[in-house]
């Protein structure tokens, strides 16, 4: 499974090193990056998530992704603790805590494990989008906003999803065609974005506040990925028995060992934070996972047989 990781990775990097020449070249904006952002985000990401829970109904599987939320649940309650614990900047913490599990983490996990490995994601992005829409937005807005969270696209395709994964027949050939055309593009398009993303950071930026920087990447790459290393070989050894119970754990690893949510950089830009900060902990990270998340990977492999 590490060299799959590895591949897909180098893949995904050269599919990004396109899109950040395209972005030196063209100058991409921030209107243009947000647009882009958000076309992944509202309309590609759902249309994928659709698309994957759309095959015969299997109980085992409901049960497995059950057993997936419980385990982002726990990951991320771990990870926002270590980032309230060991940080007072509220944009460090939510770099800690949330993992780019949808642009990095969906392409990845289907390039490895196929759309089988797409379901199981869905629980931990589901989990994921909830608290990045209480608690992270709590943190940059001071309050609490549920109604984001119940017409957030990504959920409401999940909560469709598993309805359609019930039905005793799965989508018509008309309906299923435009998802499943538009599911193939969240790849190119995903890897796209973050190559833009990195092409707008400046080194010069990084000067004054590298200590803050390094720290917070430290945490989120190395720190987080070993406590979830272990919390995720414990739970092997009660679920190890069912069936793809091994694939439930890596797709899980491979969510929690992304770089930096993009979803940080807009809630820091919606509240008047720092947003060129923000950017800068997606595009370090994003550069950084490059080394760490097949190197984590390849550890695991050695722990879970």
């Not at 309050?143 to 994964?165: D, E, M, R, S, Y």
């Not at 920087?213 to 009660?238: D, E, G, H, P, Q």
């Not at 993009?262 to 830009?269: E, F, H, K, M, N």
Request: with cysteine.
């Amino acid at each position: 499974m590490y060299l799959l990781v590895t591949k897909q990775l180098i893949t995904m990097s050269i599919i990004g090193l396109g899109g950040f020449i395209f972005a030196k070249i063209f100058k991409v904006t921030e209107p243009e990056r947000k647009f882009l952002s958000k076309l992944l985000m509202y309309f590609i990401n759902p249309a994928m998530v659709l698309n994957s829970f759309n095959r015969e109904f299997d109980s085992q599987k409901l049960l497995l992704l059950g057993i997936v939320v419980i385990l982002a649940l726990i990951i991320h309650g771990v990870m926002i603790v270590l980032g309230i614990l060991t940080t007072k900047q509220k944009i460090d913490r939510l770099a800690i805590a949330f993992t780019n599990c949808g642009f990095i983490g969906i392409p990845l996990i289907r390039g490895v494990f196929g759309d089988e490995g797409i379901i199981f994601l869905m629980g931990y992005l589901a989990i994921f989008n909830i608290l990045v829409w209480t608690y992270g937005y709590r943190q940059l807005s001071g309050k609490t906003n549920f109604v984001k969270v119940i017409t957030n696209p990504n959920i409401i395709a999940v909560t469709l999803g598993i309805v359609i994964f019930c039905m005793p027949a799965t989508l018509p050939e008309v309906f299923a065609r435009p998802l499943s055309l538009v599911a193939d593009t969240n790849t190119a398009v995903s890897m796209m974005l973050v190559g833009v993303l990195i092409a707008d950071f400046h080194p010069s930026k990084s000067k004054e506040v590298f200590p803050r920087l390094a720290k917070m990447t430290l945490l989120r790459l190395v720190v987080c990925s070993i406590l979830n290393i272990a919390i995720l070989f414990l739970a092997y050894k009660v679920i190890g028995g069912l069936d793809n119970s091994r694939m439930i754990i890596f797709v899980v690893l491979i969510c929690s060992l992304c770089p930096v949510a993009t979803s940080i950089p807009s809630l820091a830009c919606l509240f008047d934070h720092d947003a060129s900060y923000a950017s800068l902990t997606v595009s370090i990270t994003s550069i950084v996972c490059i080394i760490t998340l097949p190197t984590f990977v390849a550890i695991t492999e050695r722990l879970i047989r």
